[in-house]
């Protein structure tokens, strides 16, 4: 067996149950929480006899974060995060974390900054901001979050380096963005 198949056989080996559990998490992280309780039991039952659910403990993880956030916001109160960025001028930063450009060549790493007016990259040499009134539709996907323009155009597509900061970043640019252009 070559390498390659090896991996592909190992992720296999995992079990339906991983995957499963993972395609329940990704539903739950679009709905609300009260089927947490039941993605968590599940958890438990799919991980027997793995020793390595790293990811999936991250996964949930970021579940809680997202929750917490979700409550603070669904009660008037937007994070707000301190910082002494020059590009982001007088508005108030709601989010910051690490994270890359993974379609620019160089794979520029640095800080993803959400505002109320904009979407902000700085590091690797660069900045670059995203008004969200450009901002049509909003996708995650794994740890990356895309901003795509009216005619489907990339307007900005971020890799965060935990499910974490990506479904937090994902949920506040949703929410940033505003309610006409919302998903």
């Known amino acids: 067996m070559k390498l390659f198949g090896w991996l592909k056989g190992k992720e296999r080996g995992r079990g339906d149950s991983l995957a499963q559990w993972r395609a329940a998490w990704a539903e739950a992280v679009t709905g609300s929480e009260e089927g947490d309780a039941e993605l968590r039991r599940q958890f438990e039952a799919a991980t027997v006899g793995h020793p390595d659910v790293e990811l999936e403990t991250e996964m949930l ?3 809680d974060q997202l929750r917490e956030t979700q409550r603070r916001v669904s009660a008037g109160e937007l994070p707000a995060v301190e910082t002494h960025h020059r590009v982001i001028g007088t508005d108030v930063c709601h ?3 690490p994270a890359t450009l993974p379609t620019d060549q160089g794979q520029a790493s640095g800080r993803v900054l959400l505002t109320g007016t904009k979407a902000v990259f700085v590091g ?3 900045t670059s901001a995203t008004a969200w009134h450009i901002v049509h539709q909003l996708a995650r996907i794994e740890r990356d979050v895309l901003l795509a323009r009216p005619d489907g155009s990339p307007a900005a597509h971020f890799r965060f380096n935990t499910y974490a900061d990506a479904v937090v970043a994902a949920f506040l640019a949703t929410h940033l ?7």
């Open 95 to 97: 989010f910051s974390a």
């Open 124 to 126: 690797g040499g660069r």
């Open 177 to 183: 963005k505003g309610p006409r252009r919302r998903l």
């Open 61 to 63: 993880d970021a579940l």
